[in-house]
């Protein structure tokens, strides 16, 4: 469990939620320096589950004429079948609201067996084509499959797996290497279909937020529709018909500029800034160029190197002074 700093322990003394024998006791037990292990524990539990699923396949590849596709299936299958048995067992059942585990363990049990579900139907495709030619179907059916299992489990991780499924379905994976090598900015037709994708997740989270419908989902689906909205309004922005693309960049910006502050996070706050920050200069350099306006050209290069400096003070003082007002409350 994080502590809280003593600034904040003063503001509750303060406030009275607590006295000075208990502000006394807190004070002496931070000074014992004891920690939880509990994160630390997790994070091995986790990597041991991306050890386990990645050895996994290495085994399969090399041994891939030895061992025969129909047995990797039915062992694949099985461990599957293993991991959602318990899973099932110790579930509480589907609910609207959030349900967790009485153990953290059977979290990951769950993400083994989606992993193993998604190489399952990815394997299944590649060795017999079950679904044709079409290997899109495999992203679909992960997807699918992923969210039903995310939203009956009520597992984050999974979610995630499920929502990065649907946006591959479409054609657009989201990784630095391929943001780099231009992938999403090479191909328009993406750049629609991530606009259109980061929509229907907002569209979706204000749903559910609104029903009640595991509305603490909202945070895994409104990071990647902010990182669909925002690299690809920027990658739209160098089309030719980049000035479509400006209001969509203003709208999210502001959207979610203003979730930032309704659910304070700090990372929905940083992004609208980096996004917005990224595409205005954009669409102002596309302007003058479309204006003709070449005799600011010189002026700005001499001036840049003063604007990136004072953009990025102002950019520290704006997320400082949003951890203060995020904090204020307390």
């Not at 017999?128 to 899109?136: A, H, I, L, R």
């Not at 003709?292 to 840049?304: H, Q, T």
């Not at 950019?315 to 995020?326: G, H, L, Q, Y």
């Amino acid at each position: 469990m994080e502590q809280l700093p003593e600034h904040q322990l003063k503001k509750l003394l303060e406030k009275g939620f607590l006295s000075e024998a208990q502000h006394q006791e807190v004070k002496e037990y931070k000074a014992l320096g004891i920690f939880s292990l509990n994160t630390e524990l997790l994070f091995l539990l986790y990597l041991s589950v991306l050890l386990f699923t990645g050895g996994v396949g290495a085994l399969i590849y090399k041994n891939i004429d030895s061992i025969g596709h129909i047995a990797i299936l039915a062992v694949n299958f099985v461990l599957m079948l293993v991991c959602f048995y318990f899973s099932f067992k110790k579930a509480k059942g589907f609910s609207k609201l959030e349900v967790v585990f009485d153990n953290p363990v059977y979290d990951y049990l769950v993400l083994t067996g989606s992993l193993l579900a998604t190489i399952f139907i990815g394997y299944l495709q590649f060795q017999y084509s079950v679904f044709g030619t079409d290997f899109g179907l495999v992203s679909l059916f992960s997807a699918i499959l992923c969210f039903a299992v995310a939203y009956y489990f009520d597992n984050r991780t999974v979610l995630s797996m499920a929502i990065t499924s649907l946006i591959a379905f479409a054609g657009i994976t989201l990784t630095p290497k391929t943001v780099f090598e231009n992938e999403i900015y090479s191909n328009p037709n993406l750049v629609y279909f991530g606009i259109f994708i980061g929509v229907l997740l907002i569209l979706w989270t204000l749903y559910s937020l609104k029903e009640k419908l595991k509305a603490h989902f909202y945070f895994v689906y409104y990071i990647f529709a902010q990182h669909l909205l925002g690299i690809c309004t920027i990658a739209g922005l160098i089309e030719d018909y980049w000035y479509g693309f400006f209001p969509v960049l203003v709208g999210s910006t502001l959207f979610f500029y203003k979730e930032s502050y309704r659910h304070k996070a700090t990372s929905l706050f940083v992004f609208s800034l980096l996004y917005g920050f990224i595409g205005l200069n954009i669409f102002f350099i596309r302007t003058l160029d479309v204006l003709g306006i070449n005799d600011f050209i010189e002026p700005l290069i001499f001036v840049s190197p003063i604007y990136v400096i004072f953009c990025i003070v102002m950019f520290i003082r704006a997320v400082r002074n949003f951890n203060k007002e995020k904090h204020a409350g307390i």
